[in-house]
């Protein structure tokens, strides 16, 4: 799923299930993003990168590592990744 916003292009990575106790967050994905992918939150701001893929490959977690003082604000919100310029004209 593809969502536009102005100028940028986000492709949703899922909802925010959890915290680990070394405070990354776990989402849950329906494709595995690539590590080091670049999270936003819905009003385009920079949460975290994604550090590591963990469980099934039918059923992917991500884990986040956050950029944000307060990670727990996004349990159970959607995150997205920002997509590159490059995939970007992939895509179109």
Request: charged share 30%; glycine share 6%; net charge positive.
């Given at each position: 799923?593809?969502?536009e916003r102005g100028m940028a292009r986000l492709q949703?990575?899922?909802r925010v299930r959890a915290l680990t106790p070394?405070?990354?967050m776990v989402v849950k994905t329906e494709k595995a993003p690539k590590p080091g992918s670049e999270v936003?939150?819905?009003?385009l701001n920079v949460v975290g990168r994604v550090c590591d893929i963990i469980g099934p490959v039918f059923a992917p977690y991500a884990l986040v590592k956050?950029?944000?003082r307060e990670p727990a604000k996004l349990v159970n919100k959607?995150?997205?990744l920002l997509l590159s310029k490059a995939k970007r004209?992939?895509?179109e």
């Amino acid at each position: 799923m593809f969502r536009e916003r102005g100028m940028a292009r986000l492709q949703k990575l899922g909802r925010v299930r959890a915290l680990t106790p070394s405070k990354n967050m776990v989402v849950k994905t329906e494709k595995a993003p690539k590590p080091g992918s670049e999270v936003v939150d819905e009003n385009l701001n920079v949460v975290g990168r994604v550090c590591d893929i963990i469980g099934p490959v039918f059923a992917p977690y991500a884990l986040v590592k956050p950029t944000i003082r307060e990670p727990a604000k996004l349990v159970n919100k959607p995150v997205y990744l920002l997509l590159s310029k490059a995939k970007r004209s992939k895509n179109e």
